[in-house]
């Protein structure tokens, strides 16, 4: 079962295909998750990467595109996989597409979780991040035990760049303008899903698996 999330920031797709990944035993594949660590380690990637992450623009295809293919090609993803922030170009999903092709497989589901640009907004302003560990939390929906500080490891919780209002406007653009054609591509391969995701998590969650066949 191999699985695209798709979704502006903060829609919440990659909540849901982490519990996708847990029901159906698939690995998560987030290029967010790979960068996040490339940057704390101080990767010559991840200093590209952090570039781009802190004005809200999308990594270049070449620095997401090599690294994602390696890793769907691991033993783990032998069942399938699920897909979180890739592919987020029409140029990212053609080299998908043809690399897939080349083993005689192909994507199964395209998912895309619908959230208008205000209710994101909102929603990634309450977001915090934990310093140490990467952890994340919401103020309102998943608040810390302890105010401003992370229940995993102890360490300061921060509004990350990135979720910040001006920011998000600034990637809800960019999303609007490069990854929406993405939506029509996997529409004419008879793959992609719509579904609301104002709803409640859980709701969110079962309307996906009736999509997937629970």
Request: aromatic share 6%; net charge negative.
């Amino acid at each position: 079962m191999k699985i695209i999330m798709l979704g502006a920031p903060g829609a919440g797709k990659g909540t849901q295909a982490k519990l996708i990944a847990d029901k159906y035993s698939v690995p998560h594949i987030s290029t967010g998750d790979i960068f996040r660590a490339n940057i704390k380690e101080g990767t010559e990637l991840g200093k590209k990467a952090k570039e781009y992450m802190d004005k809200g623009a999308l990594v270049p295809d070449e620095l997401t595109c090599d690294l994602v293919m390696d890793r769907i090609s691991q033993d783990d993803c032998v069942n399938g996989f699920v897909l979180d922030g890739f592919p987020r170009t029409i140029p990212q999903a053609e080299s998908l597409s043809a690399a897939l092709e080349k083993e005689g497989k192909s994507m199964d589901f395209a998912i895309d979780i619908e959230v208008p640009d205000e209710n994101i907004i909102n929603r990634m302003g309450g977001r915090r991040a934990c310093k140490g560990c990467g952890a994340t939390y919401h103020i309102v929906n998943i608040p810390p035990k302890k105010e401003g500080i992370c229940d995993r490891c102890g360490e300061e919780l921060v509004l990350r760049d990135d979720d910040k209002p001006e920011t998000v406007k600034n990637r809800l653009s960019v999303y609007h303008d490069q990854t929406q054609p993405l939506i029509d591509y996997y529409n004419k391969k008879n793959i992609l899903h719509e579904v609301d995701g104002t709803m409640e998590m859980n709701d969110v969650f079962n309307a996906i698996t009736a999509i997937l066949g629970a």
